[in-house]
């Protein structure tokens, strides 16, 4: 198996940063896709940011330039740097990898069990 820990939300004021962690650790082969998605109270939950092995981002368009993913592929573990954050951003937030576990011929994409960030003064 894959298992996901994350760390670093929290309550923060509008305006102020954070930063989430997630580390992969199990089986793992080999990890293509990190990302991270959110999730507000009523609404589905939508792609925050991604990062291919390549280092290549994608970033949803309400959090560009406030949000910087990144991996280190030695620790299996992904980033998110959260600055300039609105009340908007409040969610819990749920890292993904798709990852291909030792011996398998598939990837398979697991999930955090998320962790909850909240923008308020």
């Known amino acids: 198996q894959v298992q996901l820990v994350e760390s670093g939300g929290g309550l923060v004021q509008p305006g102020g940063s954070l930063r989430l962690s997630c580390a992969a650790s199990?089986?793992?082969?080999?990890?293509?896709?990190m990302g991270w998605y959110r999730q507000a109270p009523g609404k589905q939950r939508e792609l925050v940011a991604d990062?291919?092995?390549?280092?290549?981002?994608n970033y949803a368009d309400s959090v560009k330039g406030r949000f910087t993913i990144s991996r280190d592929n030695a620790k299996n573990t992904e980033y998110l740097q959260m600055n300039s954050l609105k009340p908007e951003d409040t969610a819990r937030y749920y890292c993904?990898?798709?990852?291909?576990?030792?011996?398998?011929?598939?990837?398979?994409?697991?999930w955090g069990q998320g962790t909850q960030v909240t923008v308020s003064s």
């Open positions: 990062i291919n092995s390549g280092g290549i981002t």
């Open positions: 199990g089986s793992i082969f080999r990890i293509n896709i």
């Open positions: 993904s990898v798709t990852a291909q576990r030792m011996g398998a011929p598939f990837t398979y994409k697991y």
